[in-house]
């Protein structure tokens, strides 16, 4: 089996820096890709899957906090450069989603250390997101599995796109025209309702009185997990 390589991609305007860049963190076994200016940046976002960006704060035209903000919701991790006089940029790059930063000028060990940690609390984030529990419940989201300790719960396809729904939503009401719109073929409110009551049987202790999926009054179902 062939390893697949960590690809980052470098957003900077300084050439010398890019190439140097690249040729460092590529004799460290990680898969390169640059990109000169925001714009540029888009396109490589647009045709590649990155498992981190490093990203300078200032550069002409669209500067690289910008170009953070208009990536908000990403779930790939931003390390920030700066430079040495530019603690406001700074701390405003880490309130808007970057991960961490390193001031110019800067070890490129100390890089290759922070990208580690970075990548490795990306990793742990990501696996505890693949599973919700709620009570002696869990749900993988990877493999769309329900367990009750170590016994499987039988999930039809319409249980299992709606659990998965609610659990990436747990703690907000996701409402019934969302909850029909997973379902094939014409349903409606009381399809999603019957839906749930069915679901409801398999995880809850007592049905008329639910404690994970409750009803939320004009607003839909909500999922309390843990």
Excluded: C
Excluded at 151 to 163: D, P, Q, R, V
């Amino acid at each position: 089996m062939v390893e697949t390589k960590t690809h980052i991609l470098i957003v900077d305007d300084d050439d010398r820096l890019r190439a140097l860049l690249k040729k460092f963190l590529s004799e460290k076994e990680f898969m390169v890709t640059t990109a000169a200016g925001s714009d540029e940046a888009r396109r490589k976002l647009a045709w590649f899957v990155f498992d981190l960006i490093i990203l300078d704060v200032m550069m002409p035209g669209e500067s690289g906090l910008e170009l953070l903000e208009s990536l908000k919701g990403m779930e790939t991790p931003v390390l920030m450069l700066s430079a040495m006089g530019e603690p406001d940029d700074r701390i405003k790059g880490l309130e808007i989603g970057a991960e961490d930063y390193i001031a110019k000028p800067f070890e490129p060990k100390e890089l290759v250390l922070r990208i580690k940690t970075i990548l490795r609390r990306s990793a742990q984030q990501k696996t505890k997101a693949q599973t919700v529990s709620f009570g002696d419940y869990r749900f993988d989201l990877a493999t769309n599995r329900l367990k009750r300790g170590q016994e499987n719960i039988y999930l039809t396809s319409n249980e299992i796109a709606m659990l998965r729904l609610l659990t990436e939503n747990a703690g907000k009401p996701v409402s019934r025209e969302e909850l029909a719109k997973l379902m094939p073929g014409v349903a409606n409110e009381r399809t999603v309702d019957v839906q749930i009551t069915r679901l409801r049987k398999k995880i809850e202790e007592s049905e008329g009185k639910p404690v994970y999926l409750q009803t939320v009054r004009g607003a839909g179902y909500v999922l309390y997990a843990e």
